[in-house]
């Protein structure tokens, strides 16, 4: 069975890209045929995926002159993994589509939903870090959103109440598909104590059914994986970060409920 599934937050640096690059890379490596989205104009998981933006069959092209979705897939040098790319100039079309909302909200389902049914086990959206237009396409499309939150800052959970009503309401309105599936903690350091209440209150807040057991710390890895342009499982597979992610993919797949596969990929 496909599921597609969104990464969505409000608040900028909380980690989203990041999770879903290392996220897609896991369920890959378990042998799964994966596409991320790359839903944001910043195009930082393009990027990543494929060593940058291509010029042409990108969601540019999709929401600009309806081009078809088989043309914009790029295989990455990840195995398993593919991706739709994005390019900063599909910034410049919002204003645009914003003429004619309510059918600009559907274009990316239109455009890409049976197709990523049909032919990926789990698709990755990366959103922008706002509620507008390019969210909302992406909350139309999906059919699970994972939110990650960040510890240790008084503005983490900010909007995130109103976050999860909004999904909410669209699952009640227009999307039936559409399910908040859990809060991620991201940018953990249980050596402090104010990260360790951060969670704690999370937990408390929101419960143990909305947010996932494995939690992603703190780790310089990360950053360096994103200067070399990789996910952190390829450039530090025995990093704490890269086992927390694969724990992670471990525990998605429990939820979800996904059958075992009989062969992992290779973790490179």
Request: hydrophobic share 35%.
């Amino acid at each position: 069975m496909s599921h597609i599934i969104c990464v969505v937050n409000n608040k900028g640096g909380v980690g989203k890209s990041t999770a879903t690059l290392n996220l897609s890379h896991c369920l890959a490596n378990k042998g799964y045929r994966v596409l991320v989205v790359d839903q944001d104009p910043q195009s930082n998981t393009t990027k990543i995926l494929l060593g940058g933006t291509p010029e042409n069959n990108t969601l540019y092209d999709i929401y600009s002159r309806s081009e078809q979705i088989e043309n914009c897939i790029f295989p990455t040098t990840y195995e398993n993994l593919s991706c739709l790319p994005n390019i900063p100039r599909t910034a410049a079309l919002e204003m645009d589509l914003y003429q004619d909302v309510r059918s600009s909200y559907l274009l990316l389902r239109n455009a890409i939903r049976q197709y990523c049914t049909d032919n990926f086990d789990f698709t990755l959206i990366d959103c922008p870090p706002n509620l507008g237009l390019f969210v909302m396409q992406a909350l139309m499309t999906t059919d699970f959103v994972i939110v990650p939150v960040e510890t240790g800052s008084r503005f983490a959970l900010d909007g995130l109440t109103a976050a999860i009503e909004l999904i909410e309401n669209l699952n009640k309105t227009v999307n039936p598909d559409l399910r908040f599936l859990r809060l991620l903690i991201n940018k953990v350091d249980l050596r402090t104590s104010i990260s360790k209440s951060s969670v704690d209150h999370i937990r408390k807040k929101f419960g143990k059914d909305l947010t996932f057991d494995v939690t992603i710390p703190i780790n310089t890895e990360f950053q360096k994986a994103e200067a070399q342009g990789k996910t952190i499982i390829r450039y530090a597979p025995k990093s704490t970060g890269a086992k927390r992610y694969r724990m992670l993919a471990d525990e998605l797949c429990g939820i979800l409920d996904v059958g075992a596969l009989p062969k992992e990929a290779s973790n490179g």
